[in-house]
Nanobody, 121 residues
Framework: QVQLVESGGGLVQPGGSLRLSCAASGTIFSIYTMDWYRQAPGNQRELVAT???????NYADSVKGRVTISRDNAKNTVYLEMNSLKPEDTAVYYCSAFLKDFPSRQAQRYWGQGTQVTVSS
């Protein structure tokens, strides 16, 4: 069984910063990508940032230059540093990992439970 647990969400004023963390644990064989998605009320879930095991990153155009994704492969943890936050960044942020687990060694995607980020004055 694999679990992803996010932390670090909260209420922040426009222009502020937040750092989200997500730790993967359980019967993990190998992790390919670790990603952050978000979903605002009434909107579809969208990819915010992704990072491969080799360090290749990709960002949504809406967050480029304001958001940085990073990983600690030894800890199976991914981070999302968000700066210059805007009200439109308000959403539930979900951590996701595409990985192989034991004993199946089948690659599949796992999701965290989500953490609320609210940007408001």
């Amino acid at each position: 069984q694999v679990q992803l647990v996010e932390s670090g969400g909260g209420l922040v004023q426009p222009g502020g910063s937040l750092r989200l963390s997500c730790a993967a644990s359980g019967t993990i064989f190998s992790i390919y990508t670790m990603d952050w998605y978000r979903q605002a009320p009434g909107n579809q879930r969208e990819l915010v940032a992704t990072m491969s095991s080799g360090g290749i990153t990709n960002y949504a155009d809406s967050v480029k230059g304001r958001v940085t994704i990073s990983r600690d492969n030894a800890k199976n943890t991914v981070y999302l540093e968000m700066n210059s936050l805007k009200p439109e960044d308000t959403a539930v942020y979900y951590c996701s990992a595409f990985l192989k687990d034991f004993p199946s060694r089948q690659a599949q995607r796992y999701w965290g439970q989500g953490t609320q980020v609210t940007v408001s004055s």
